[in-house]
């Protein structure tokens, strides 16, 4: 049983480039989140998903666009990348409809933007 | 502004010692509270509270939660050194429960 699956694990890119990241889930999970982790910041919400064909903003959405074309995939794209976006990247997936879930993470994709 | 904090952002103690981390919460419909253990990479669950007053445990570990107060203890008592780690609270809300937020976290060390 592969929980939450993220690719890639490292990246580094060149400012204004491009990138998909890739969050894959096979616990059948309803809702579906993107966050970025960096140092004394905790844990922050990019986008989020609660169901195929649906997204919405999280507290830091800017940047960065998300796509939930299949209820097991949650994509999340830079359009340009900027150094600010350097980060470790968070992908988790939740049952939904219950309050009594909770959320099961990827191992994290380490982002450099340089 | 919905929003989670945690104190102390930081904690240094000895094996043996006890701590409390704390968690508070300011969030439009509360759902539920999370506490995840962080160590070198994904977060892992720990505990899971909805209702105020019933404590969770799981053997050193416990934690409740006072809605009244909006906040959440974590306690860890006689700590090892694999205690040590970021623990993070979770809060979820909202009108479709979609909405997860963590605070900043608390990194505790625990010496020999």
């Known amino acids: 049983n592969a929980g939450v699956t993220q690719t890639p694990k490292f990246r580094v890119l060149k400012t204004g480039q491009s990138m998909t990241l890739l969050c894959a889930q096979d616990?059948?999970?309803?809702?579906m989140y993107w966050y970025r982790q960096d140092p004394g910041m905790g844990l922050r919400l990019i986008h989020y998903?609660?169901?195929?064909?649906?997204?919405a903003k999280g507290e830091v959405p800017d940047g960065y666009n998300v796509s939930r074309l299949k209820k097991q995939n949650f994509l999340l794209g830079l359009e340009s990348a900027a150094p600010s976006q350097t980060s470790v990247y968070f992908c988790?997936?939740?049952?939904?409809?219950?309050?009594?879930?909770?959320?099961?993470f990827g191992q994290g994709t380490r982002l450099t933007v340089v | 502004e919905d929003k989670v904090v945690q104190s102390p952002l930081s904690l240094v103690v000895h094996e043996g010692d006890t701590v409390t981390l704390n968690c508070s919460y300011e969030v439009t419909n509360f759902r539920s509270l999370l506490w995840y253990k962080q160590e070198k990479k994904a977060p892992t669950f720990l505990f899971m509270l909805?209702?105020?007053?019933i404590e969770k445990k799981s053997g050193r570990l416990s934690s409740i939660l006072d809605k009244k107060e909006l906040s959440s203890i974590l306690n860890i008592t006689a700590t090892q050194t694999g205690d040590s780690a970021i623990y993070l609270c979770a809060v979820r809300y909202g009108g479709s429960q979609g909405n997860l937020i963590f605070g900043k976290g608390t990194k505790l060390s625990v010496k020999p």
């Open positions: 616990m059948n999970h309803e809702y």
């Open positions: 988790a997936s939740s049952y939904g409809g219950e309050p009594r879930t909770e959320a099961f």
């Open positions: 998903s609660v169901g195929e064909g649906t997204t």
């Open positions: 909805t209702s105020s007053g």
